[in-house]
């Protein structure tokens, strides 16, 4: 069938390729609507690799997305042809260690869409597991059922920060994941959040999305703001969801004694850390790969309208712009937060 292949760095085409197309008793097969493009998508595409995992041959890209049934396995029984769905993109053993003490993101032979060699889901229709397939409520549009995917690492985020209500949490950047994360934030039950970033069109538009308060750190003390929002004391947690080695090495300063770090974003490289500024607040430190068992709770966040994606989505273009899209989001314009490929109809 036709995909987007990512042929090698920097090389990317629409042209028909031979992908899995059987569906077993356990699988579903989905026509493909709606695709989202991800930061590691764009990172395949302009290096060719992220860390040990290298695009050694042609790959289809794209992890984030939905469509609809339109056939199922002999054993599925709580799908059927016509449903509205989204997919979890990692596919683990279930017999694994890892998926038996259910940590299953973390089970090494994890297969994920659009990590090499593994096949993404740019494509008119996917097989699945219909155990990894989720049906979207009646009143959450394809577009944002794309969107549960990067949605899923802000609320595992939130998961490990085990929020307390009333909490006060800071956010570093206010990219895709940094925004869902301030989300799932607040849906735990934060008061409020403190979001950062150097980007002001990002901040103006998550400003409008609850009780965020944005701080353009290139204008602005982000531990004075905090400060005057707790006199003095510091945020009770702190996400970090840029992956850049200054914000990293900067986690400790809005922290407030004993209060507790996620780790979201990824660096590149090894980053240093202040360990003895971390200890004399007993900074206790979570991180974050992926997602797990967050998939549904998402959903129904989603649902009762908790939680509202639309506003993040700021582009989208035709299954036949794909090359263009990704250009595009090589270098995305500061007031846009996610951009989108309709792949297909809705039925």
């Given at each position: 069938?036709?995909a987007?292949?990512?042929?090698r760095?920097g ?15 356990h699988?579903v ?9 991800c ?8 290096y060719g690799?992220?860390g040990?995992f ?9 992890h984030e ?14 799908l059927?042809p ?7 993109p990692?596919i683990?053993?279930?017999n694994?260690?890892?998926s038996r003490l ?9 297969r ?5 060699p593994?096949?993404g889901?740019?494509?008119p229709?996917?097989?699945?597991p219909a155990a990894?397939?989720?049906?979207l409520p009646?009143n959450?549009?394809?577009?944002e059922?794309?969107m549960v995917?990067?949605?899923a690492?802000g609320?595992?985020a939130?998961?490990?920060?085990k ?7 800071v ?12 989300l ?6 934060c008061s409020?959040v403190?979001?950062?970033d ?5 901040l103006?538009?998550a400003?409008k999305?609850g ?7 290139a204008?602005e003390?982000l531990r004075?703001v ?6 003095g004391w510091g945020a009770d947690?702190?996400?970090e969801?840029?992956?850049a080695?200054?914000a ?15 780790l979201?974003?990824?660096?590149i ?7 003895v500024?971390l200890q004399?607040k007993?900074a206790?430190?979570e991180?974050?790969f992926r997602y797990?068992h967050?998939?549904?709770r ?6 009762s309208?908790k939680?509202n994606l639309?506003p993040?989505?700021?582009?989208t273009?035709?299954f ?15 007031d ?8 297909g109809?809705?039925?």
């Open positions: 069938m036709e987007l292949v990512l042929e760095k090389e990317l085409s629409i042209r028909e390729i031979d992908l899995p197309n059987k569906v077993g008793p699988d097969k989905i026509a493909i609507h709606t695709v989202g493009i930061g590691s998508d764009v990172h395949y595409y302009e690799k992220i040990p290298v695009v050694k041959e042609p790959m289809v890209l794209g997305a939905a469509g609809t049934v339109v056939e199922v396995g002999s054993q599925v029984k709580h059927k016509g449903d509205r769905v989204c997919m979890e990692g683990p053993d279930p694994s260690r890892a259910g940590i299953y993101n973390l089970d090494p032979a994890v994920f869409w659009a990590t090499p593994v096949h889901c740019l494509a229709y996917v097989v699945h990894y397939t989720f049906k009646d959450v549009s394809f577009a059922g794309a995917e990067p949605l690492v609320m595992h939130a998961v490990k920060a929020i307390k209500p009333g909490d006060l949490a956010v570093m950047g206010a990219g895709p994941i940094g925004v869902v994360t301030a799932s934030a607040l849906a735990g039950g409020q403190v979001l950062t150097v980007q002001q069109p990002k103006d538009l400003a999305l009780p965020i308060r944005p701080v353009n750190v204008r003390n004075q905090v400060d005057d929002l707790t006199e947690l702190v996400f969801a840029t992956g080695p200054a990293i090495q900067k986690v400790h300063e809005p922290l407030a004694p004993g209060g507790r770090i996620v979201v974003g990824m660096p490289k090894p980053v240093e850390l202040d360990i500024s004399a007993e206790s430190i991180t974050v797990a967050v998939y549904p998402a959903l129904a966040l989603m649902g309208g939680i639309k993040l989505i700021s582009r273009f035709e036949r712009e794909s090359v263009d899209a990704f250009n595009f989001a090589l270098k995305m314009p500061p846009c937060v996610k951009a989108q490929i309709h792949v109809a809705e039925a």
